[in-house]
């Protein structure tokens, strides 16, 4: 038997379905859906900003190593051709290799050595020189001395290595094999030698700088 379409109720069914499909989203669904999506926005900035402090945070520290490893090298390079020849003209600094822990005054280093010269350069320019290194005000300093050994040192030229440094100490090893915080140490100076040619065997270096720890290196001297 055919079924009658104006059977009742059937009318007023397909009219609240359609009064429903075209009602659309209530204002608390909308509220909803744009709280969701702040808090989803809010958690995805925080990530991003996580990240890029992070990769912010990185890139300082590996230029930090960076420039740690450079002052080193610098040290190492100066320590490679320390050469026992005294410096005249400036007193107790005439010492071929003077150490002290600390640096007083404004024209004093913590450590200070006679360098020969570079050997490719004109004879004008690879004469022996005078180099030295100091914690000041945070940076540690490089000195280059531009007189050659005979005559007056005048003013050292000062460059800076390493900013941001808390800690520079040095020690020097002693033909005996102990460590002296400075030098040149009386107890290290051989019996019929004078302090003035004693170098030590080796030097240790500690350098500790911003963002990283603490880093110790030791040089054995030619």
């Known amino acids: 038997m055919k079924r009658d379409s104006h059977e009742p109720g059937q009318g007023a069914w397909q009219a609240g379905r359609t009064r429903v499909a075209s009602h659309g989203f209530t204002l608390i669904e909308i ?68 150490g002290r822990e600390t640096a007083p005054g404004p024209e004093d280093v913590q450590l200070a050595m006679t360098t020969m010269g570079d050997p490719a350069r004109p004879a004008a320019q690879n004469a022996a020189r005078r180099v030295g290194y100091r914690l000041r005000d945070g940076r540690l300093e490089y000195l280059v001395w531009p007189a050659p050994l005979a005559g007056p040192p005048g003013r ?15 020690r020097y090893l002693d033909p005996n094999g102990v460590w002296q915080s400075q030098w040149p140490a009386a ?28 880093v110790t290196r030791i040089f054995a001297l030619p």
């Open 156 to 170: 050292p030229r000062v460059l800076t290595l390493l900013e941001g440094v808390q800690v520079f100490r040095v």
């Open 187 to 214: 107890a290290a100076v051989p019996a019929g030698q004078g302090a003035p040619t004693v170098l030590p065997w080796g030097v240790e270096v500690e350098i500790q700088s911003r963002a990283l720890p603490p």
């Open 31 to 98: 509220l909803v859906a744009i709280l969701v999506f702040a808090v989803m926005s809010v958690m995805a900035y925080r990530g991003l900003s996580a990240v890029l402090t992070a990769r912010e945070r990185l890139t300082e520290v590996n230029a930090r190593w960076r420039e740690l490893a450079l002052a080193f090298a610098q040290m190492n390079q100066s320590l490679d051709a320390v050469v026992p020849y005294p410096v005249d003209g400036i007193g107790p600094e005439a010492a071929p290799f003077v």
